[in-house]
């Protein structure tokens, strides 16, 4: 029931939104996996940068996608975790409170031994200006710990303009989602995690 609640939302109300109202293009569509498990890391300014990039796959694929969420806000209460985890297939990440059985590593390692895939945004909360903010370490754990698992960077445009933080009623921009090839990291956490940001910012062209 879950899975058709969730083709029902993005085929009705999510995909038509983004096309006709925000006006969603897509650049390197090419680069989308065809197989799972990857990871697909993106900047994160809005609510939307997550139906943004949901809405690149087929609607049989959405089941297999999680995008990695905050369990504090995500899981705040009834009616929003219901609706994260309907609409969204959201992989609740705490942020408090971790333990060994809750630690956000595993918990996305595990994911991905599931042959699930992961949406993650490796800032670990929206940015409230047009720049990104420095990627947290997490990402690079989770690359160390998952070598295998290819890694899809992403660049998403006005989408934070559309509906910035602390807003709640989005207005049409032209927005876009950049997609690069896979990266396979390589040397130390630090090094990991250099590689990564640079491989996001590259998308975002010349300033």
Excluded: W
């Amino acid at each position: 029931m879950r899975d058709l609640l969730q083709i029902l939302f993005f085929a009705i109300v999510a995909r038509p939104f983004m096309t006709l109202f925000i006006g969603l293009k897509v650049r390197g569509r090419e680069h989308i996996p065809r197989q799972d498990p990857f990871v697909l890391i993106a900047n994160h300014s809005s609510h939307l940068d997550t139906v943004s990039l949901l809405s690149l796959f087929p609607l049989r694929r959405l089941r297999r996608i999680r995008p990695a969420a905050a369990a504090d806000y995500f899981e705040r209460n009834r009616a929003v975790s219901g609706l994260g985890r309907a609409c969204f297939n959201i992989l609740p990440i705490a942020r408090k409170g971790i333990q060994k059985d809750n630690h956000p590593i595993d918990v996305m390692r595990q994911a991905l031994l599931r042959g699930e895939s992961l949406i993650f945004f490796p800032e670990g909360t929206r940015g409230s200006g047009p720049e990104p903010g420095r990627f947290m370490p997490g990402i690079a754990h989770l690359a160390e710990q998952a070598p295998g698992v290819p890694i899809v960077p992403a660049y998403l445009t006005n989408v934070g303009r559309s509906l910035p933080k602390g807003e709640y009623i989005p207005v049409p921009f032209i927005c876009e989602v950049r997609l690069g090839a896979p990266v396979r990291t390589s040397g130390s956490r630090d090094e990991r995690l250099s590689q990564l940001e640079s491989a996001v910012l590259a998308l975002r062209g010349p300033r």
